[in-house]
């Protein structure tokens, strides 16, 4: 039986496996490296953290973003100098061409409780039997799509999740619903691209993080706003280093916060690609969507009870994501109903794992429990040295040889 297998080869995945791989615990990892990156983030677009936060972790800083853009000839800098998906996701690719050669470009079909593990199978037919599973599954099954748009048909409404390439919009009318990041990336690409693009959003206003004046910080103005791979300040302080204190709240506390904390907003870098060039229509909310005549006809609601009606071609909900144990449905209906979850997220102890001995949850699924930094790659240097610490200790107790073991079928 093998001892760990990990799902997902993102971030998480891939730092999870590196410390695994030092560290000697037995695991096979699958999943194609840097899924969501690649492919569900538009092209063009720069991440809002910095570069010293924008790392994937081995267990002896071998292979850093910084150390990547010095080999490679790229323009780097640890804050002021925004990185760029295109140079992230090569990072990622060469990361885990590096530092975790083992991992199976193939996806997990199934999974199953077994006996004292898990039963995997994997596209092509294969399976295995799994004393632990990693789940580092990402944002991409969890995209959310508010009620009010759900009964468009889905050629004219997306997420924002489903739009790597901005070109095949050129010329057309497109609104974007929401005002935190990834609307407004989106809606300075696709002004860019020639479409005819505005944003609504329920916020008031547009927030920005604020551009690096280029000058160094004061003592003072680390000793009131100290940074952090989450951004400056106390909060963004507590949040981004220490997880496992995050954890010792009362659950009702954690969740507010997660909820709350590091709401939306753009990187600096998007503010001249949007503000002023691209219509925003701000404190209103879809109160009824319709097709007419082959576009989509907004009827908006606003805060104040005016209402407004917009019309476009396509409709992106850029509403972020939801994370839900029942859309995960590589797990088996049975398994899925033994995971203990609050508000649809799996209830986690300090070890990651779930209430089903062996699952872990690693990235977005586990910000309930660990807190904002969760939902960034930061949060993938905390959970893969917890889970190594966590994992060591059985695999050591594993008798040898920790070897995959084919099962004959899955039971569905």
Not at 53 to 59: E, R
Not at 180 to 186: E, I, K, Q, R, T
Not at 245 to 264: D, S
Request: net charge positive.
């Amino acid at each position: 039986m093998l001892h760990t297998a990990i799902i997902g080869a993102g971030p998480y995945g891939l730092s999870i496996a590196a410390h695994f791989r030092h560290k000697g615990i037995p695991f096979r990892i699958f999943g194609r490296p840097m899924d969501t990156w690649r492919n569900h983030m538009p092209v063009g677009m720069m991440l809002k953290s910095d570069g010293f936060a924008s790392n994937l972790f081995d267990p002896e800083n071998a292979f850093t973003l910084k150390q990547f853009c010095a080999e490679q000839g790229i323009r780097y800098a640890d804050t002021g100098t925004p990185v760029s998906l295109d140079t992230f996701n090569a990072y990622g690719v060469a990361f885990s061409e590096c530092m975790v050669p083992e991992l199976e470009q193939k996806q997990a079909e199934w999974i199953d409780r077994a006996g004292d593990g898990f039963v995997v199978r994997l596209e092509g037919g294969e399976t295995l039997a799994a004393r632990n599973v990693v789940l580092a599954v990402g944002i991409t099954h969890f995209d959310y799509i508010p009620e009010s748009l759900a009964g468009l048909p889905a050629p004219y409404v997306t997420h924002s999740a489903a739009h790597h390439e901005v070109e095949p919009f050129r010329g057309r009318s497109v609104a974007i619903i929401g005002a935190g990041a990834s609307a407004l990336d989106l809606a300075g690409l696709l002004h860019e691209a020639g479409a005819h693009v505005q944003i609504i959003g329920r916020s008031p206003e547009l927030k920005f993080h604020s551009e690096p004046t280029g000058k160094p910080r004061t003592f003072w103005q680390n000793l009131r706003h100290p940074s952090s791979g989450l951004g400056p300040g106390w909060r963004s302080r507590f949040y981004a280093n220490v997880p496992g204190a995050f954890h010792l709240l009362p659950k009702n506390v954690r969740i507010e916060v997660v909820q709350r904390a590091l709401g939306p907003s753009g990187g600096y870098f998007i503010k001249n690609k949007v503000v002023g060039k691209v219509p925003t229509l701000l404190g209103f909310e879809i109160a009824q969507a319709v097709l007419k005549d082959g576009k989509v006809c907004l009827n908006l609601r606003g805060h104040d009870g005016s209402q407004k009606d917009v019309t476009a071609e396509h409709v992106i909900a850029a509403t972020g994501y939801v994370v839900d144990v029942e859309r995960l449905k590589f797990l088996s209906p049975q398994l899925r109903a033994q995971i203990a979850t609050a508000q649809r997220s799996p209830v986690l102890n300090s070890r990651f794992e779930s209430s089903v001995r062996g699952l872990y949850f690693v990235g977005v699924a586990s910000a309930n429990s660990f807190g904002p930094v969760m939902r960034f790659a930061y949060g993938a240097g905390y959970a893969a040295r917890r889970l190594t610490e966590t994992l060591a200790k059985s695999a050591q107790r594993m008798p040898a040889p920790a070897a995959a073991q084919s099962v004959a079928s899955v039971a569905r």
